[in-house]
């Protein structure tokens, strides 16, 4: 299993960046993607991005351009820069980390809230 968490969540106006962490402790080895997930007030658990160990990125149209996911091996750490921030961006992300099967690895932490004001 694997412990992931979070951080670097605050309050932005909108067109502002934001650079936020997800830290990954236990069985990393079997760590093959890392991805960052939100979930806005009232609504389900969305995809944001994700990479892989061989670093191929991949995005949700909604934040294509303006969002880009990053890792350090080293530390364990998936990042995600935030830029050109949008109201809608408003959610609390959540990291977690796949097999390579796909299999989720971790658990869903307490995530980071990220605020975006107009």
């Known amino acids: 299993q694997v412990h992931l968490v979070e951080s670097g969540g605050g309050l932005v106006q909108a067109g502002g960046s934001l650079r936020i962490s997800c830290a990954a402790s236990?069985?990393?080895?079997?760590?093959?993607?890392m991805g960052w997930y939100r979930q806005a007030p009232g609504k389900q658990r969305a995809y944001v991005a994700s990479?892989?160990?061989?670093?191929?990125?991949n995005y949700a149209d909604s934040v294509k351009g303006r969002f880009t996911i990053s890792r350090d091996n080293a530390k364990s750490t998936v990042y995600l820069q935030m830029n050109s921030l949008k109201p809608e961006d408003t959610a609390v992300y959540y990291c977690?980390?796949?097999?390579?099967?796909?299999?989720?690895?971790?658990?869903w932490g307490q995530g980071t809230q990220v605020t975006v004001s107009s």
């Open positions: 236990g069985s990393i080895s079997s760590i093959y993607a």
């Open positions: 990479i892989t160990s061989g670093n191929s990125t």
């Open positions: 977690n980390v796949r097999g390579r099967l796909g299999q989720l690895l971790g658990d």
